[in-house]
């Protein structure tokens, strides 16, 4: 069993420790013996792809860095982590903060970066404070700052406390949180490494991304490509939560069938229970029924197979008692709260979603309701600046289209209800909107002002 | 009641915070949520007057502050409780029971969402996910501690001990 970041080593997370068991020594060797260059070619020979969710090969996106100094570049490392379901960064920030360190620092010179900003979500208080101190050993001890090892290459590296927004973790919308704005995804191209932060040339790397890189140094890419799956190999820090014996961290290969992962690492399904739905990578990514389940591999492109994806390996296991339509109600209700506002198909396809779920929780939806939920949600898939409008629509898509009879089991036909409504402006376009007026001729316009202001007064509390 | 508010003013030594802020990014503008930080820190909350202060220190309008104090959730734009419990009800929390925690509690403390008990000393929220769903169901505290694993019991022992504290404390 090979482990590349959690290391069965006590108290690692000093740096004391972690210099005694070879720490810095891969920074060293890059700097004092290897080119920039060399260190690109052995992350693209290790196959490392992307830890933060959308599995980017590292190599190449290191390599989209434009060469020589002109302008300063600039390395940004994603410790935001709001991904419902995943809580691996914070595992590494607490045991192995030296090796995230080391990693990017090594990604800095190897791009040639000024420095690298670590930007940690607000709520990782504890988490923050440990990164800080980290990163006071390592300047104390010399591994950043100026002319390291006595080379002409000088790093600096900063932690930067965010302050709760899920949207932060794109990488554009980090970016300008970074510059001091509201925190909104920015149109692609240009592509950071062209345009990002303070218009420099940047990258934005996953923490565990980071984290995995002195271990490629060390060991070089070619053994790193043979862990695991070969397409997408090294380990994966599964993070499983939801109704399992022993939830938790567990860092293992790529491709362990996730049957294993719960069975064998979490101690089952609780209570001897069987699964009713796995969501394998974060709230995000399409669930799992009981049969895919059972016979998933755990890695990119075994899930891409089922038309899923891996994302954060955040993995979330619900029994067969599980109401999967207060669970996909809620998961809507996330991404509604999150959306930043900008594109019209996110901020009020989120909304709809979460009142016509909001209308099937409380069992007066209809069976249309369930393909005008996968209406809206294609319409919102693809049609917005970032992921997040994907991120909300796959779950309401791939619950509903696999797990229907449930679904429609809860619907009831005879009586129709009024839509409720959180946005003024969302009235004209409530597609229900011409319906009432059949139904309700009278006092429609009564009723509709009546929702809009009871609504307007509460706000937050409406669909809690 | 007249209730006067403290104007803002940072004391020499946090000047020196502000400047090390300041040191870290090339322009000022990025030092805003670090400021915020300490503002809310010293103040507990962010009053019009503590945003204007941190524009004045930025070299930025009033406006531009207020944007990016309320796009951040962390950031309270009104007093809370001396001890705000942010409590967790996204799926795998929920799973776990967070949702029956977080309704629990409200009723024991007689408030909803984003209130403050008349006494000051507690306000609840309701947060999205924080990286404890392992953990589950959890609590944080005053944007900072973590309590995890929690029972309908331990929470009753916790906000017990809370209240006490602050009683002790006047
Ligand atoms: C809505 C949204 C939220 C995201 N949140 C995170 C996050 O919390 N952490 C993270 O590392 N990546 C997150 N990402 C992915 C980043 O945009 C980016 O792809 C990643 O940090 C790149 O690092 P990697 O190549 O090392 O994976 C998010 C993307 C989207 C669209
Ligand atoms: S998709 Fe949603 S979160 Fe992303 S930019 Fe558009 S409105 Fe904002
Ligand atoms: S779902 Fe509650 S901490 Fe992750």
Known sequence: MVKIILKDIPDLAKVDVYTKNGGYEMLKKCVTEMKPDDVIAEVKKSNLRGRGGACFPTGMKWSFMPKGNEKPKYLVCNGDESEPGSFKDREIFEK?????????????????????YVYIRGEYWKWINIMEEAVADT???????????????????????????????????????????????????????AVGVWGMPTTVNNIETLANVPEIIRHGGEWFSKIGEPKHPGTLLYGVSGHVNKPGVYEIETGIPLKSLIDDYCGGVKNGKQIKMVIPGGSSMPPLTREEALTVKMDAESLKAIESAIGTAGVIVMDEDTDLI????????????????????????????????????????????????????????????????????????????KFRAEF??????????????????????????????????????????????ENLNREDETFS | MTETIEKPLFSEEEMKTVNM?????????????????????????????????????????????????????????????????????????????????????????????????????????????LGSCGTAPMMQINNKEFYENLTLENVDKLLNDLRMKAGANG
Not at chain 1, 381 to 395: F, Q, R, V
Not at chain 1, 422 to 435: E, F, G, L, Q, W
Not at chain 2, 65 to 87: N, R
Request: charged residues 25%.
């Open chain 1, 326 to 401: 207060k669970v996909l109600k809620r998961i809507t209700k996330f991404y509604y709260h999150e959306s930043c506002g900008q594109c019209t198909p996110c901020r009020e396809g989120c909304g709809w979603m979460l009142r016509v779920l909001d209308r099937l929780d409380k069992g007066e939806g209809r069976i249309e309701d369930l393909d005008l939920l996968i209406n809206v949600a294609e319409n919102i898939e693809g049609n917005t600046i970032c992921a997040l409008g994907d991120a909300a629509a796959w779950p309401v898509k791939w619950t509903i289209r």
């Open chain 1, 96 to 116: 192995n903060p030296h090796q995230f360190i080391e990693g990017a620092l090594i990604a800095c010179y190897a791009m040639g970066c000024k420095a690298a």
């Open chain 1, 139 to 193: 300047y104390k001890k010399g591994f950043a700052g100026k002319k390291l090892f006595g080379s002409d290459f000088s790093v600096d590296i900063y932690v930067h406390k965010g302050a709760g927004a899920y949207i932060c973790g794109e990488e554009s919308s980090m970016l300008n949180s970074l510059e001091g704005k509201r925190a909104y995804p920015r149109v692609k191209p240009p592509f950071p490494a």
């Open chain 1, 408 to 453: 429609e089991a809860k619907c009831k036909n005879d009586k129709y209800q009024l839509p409720v409504l959180n946005k003024v402006h969302s009235i004209r376009h409530t597609p229900a909107y011409d319906n009432i007026r059949i139904y309700n001729e009278n006092n429609v316009v009564e009723d509709l002002i009546g929702k809009v202001q």
């Open chain 2, 21 to 129: 802020h300041l040191d870290k990014y090339p322009t000022k503008m990025s030092a805003i949520m670090p400021i915020l930080w300490m503002l809310q820190d010293k103040y507990g909350w962010l009053s019009e007057d503590n945003m204007k202060y941190a524009g004045d220190l930025l070299n930025l309008p009033y406006e531009h502050v207020l944007g990016v104090a309320t796009f951040y959730t962390m950031y309270f734009k009104k007093p809370m409780g001396k001890y705000h419990l942010q409590i967790c009800t996204n799926v795998s929390c929920m799973l776990c029971g967070g949702d029956k925690l977080f309704q629990y509690v409200s009723e024991k403390l007689g408030i909803k969402n984003n209130h403050v008990t008349p006494d000051g000393i507690f306000s609840i929220e309701e947060v999205e996910c």
